[in-house]
Nanobody, 122 residues
Framework: QMQLAESGGGSVQAGGSLRLSCVAEGGILSTVAVGWFRQMPGKGREFVASISRNSANTYYGDVVRGRFTISRDDAADTAYLQMDSLEPEDTAIYYC???????????????WGRGTQVTVAS
């Protein structure tokens, strides 16, 4: 089982930026696809972005496309989510996950981090 650890969350003003990191501890990130999901209070887990094992393919949820960028550095066993033009509606706990392919549905991912809080003030 791969252990994932997110970092980089915090509080920011609307229009600002944050970069989240997801480190694979005790695993080889190059062997898996990585997805980012978010969860707002009282709601289900929402797809944000995903990236294939060789970085050839990236996918984004409609609400973040054009503002967020997913990437990975397999040499560092780390994936990233660059978030620009943040909006108060982006406030959520953000999770990274590892799976066999860059699906946009959380149920296909096998390993999850504990999440990092992102708060965007208006």
């Amino acid at each position: 089982q791969m252990q994932l650890a997110e970092s980089g969350g915090g509080s920011v003003q609307a229009g600002g930026s944050l970069r989240l990191s997801c480190v694979a501890e005790g695993g080889i990130l190059s062997t898996v696809a990585v997805g980012w999901f978010r969860q707002m209070p009282g709601k289900g887990r929402e797809f944000v972005a995903s990236i294939s094992r060789n970085s050839a393919n990236t996918y984004y949820g409609d609400v973040v496309r054009g503002r967020f960028t997913i990437s990975r550095d397999d040499a560092a066993d780390t994936a990233y989510l660059q978030m620009d033009s943040l909006e108060p509606e982006d406030t959520a706990i953000y999770y990274c996950a590892a799976g066999p392919a860059p699906y946009n549905y959380y149920n296909y991912y096998t390993d999850w981090g504990r999440g990092t809080q992102v708060t965007v003030a208006s």
